[in-house]
């Protein structure tokens, strides 16, 4: 999985007035947790941009006051009108114990159904996966190759080596189903119109 470096300042003072003070600054208040103490320090909102407005799941690999550490973000908080990044929970990584994250599905091939007017709908976007950090793949790719119209591809049917869908298996991913130009052609082949 690919990772993007970061680094944070130390923050002494926790509180609603410091943590103004930072975003006012174009800083973020962040935490690292994970590990035997909790780290409070502060990102440039401009490094976290290109994490966050991304649909691509990266590792993170902090540099807070010289000490390095991975880690992936667990939670963020936004403005509820500007869409600005408040504070952002960071999880600290252990390559020995496994870790949830939801990585996004990759649609790939051409499907014969969507060719003969077939719909493709896809109802999921990302799968939640868990395994250890070094086996996470950047994305889920799911063949479309050979799916007819009233074909669908569940959660069960994706077998992932090492790694663990947290998912409902009866949880459908895409569908293809008739469109309604395609069924109204049906329907006016059958009654002998043209």
Known sequence: MKSI???GSPRENVGK???KELRYQG???AVLYGGATQTHFSVSAADLKPVVYTPVVQFIDL?????ASQAIIKDMQFHPLTDEILHVDFLLLDESKPVTIEIPIL???????VKMGGKLTQKLRKLRI????????????VSIEGLEVG????VRDIKLPNLTITNTPEDTILSITTSRALRQAE???ASGKK
């Open 5 to 7: 470096a970061i680094s």
């Open 17 to 19: 007035r410091d943590a």
């Open 27 to 29: 800083q973020v208040p």
């Open 63 to 67: 540099d807070v006051a010289g000490v």
């Open 107 to 113: 649609l790939t091939g051409t499907s014969p159904g």
């Open 130 to 141: 868990k395994a250890l950090p070094k086996d996470h793949l950047d994305t889920i790719e």
């Open 151 to 154: 074909s669908s591809v569940r």
């Open 187 to 189: 329907q006016e082949a």
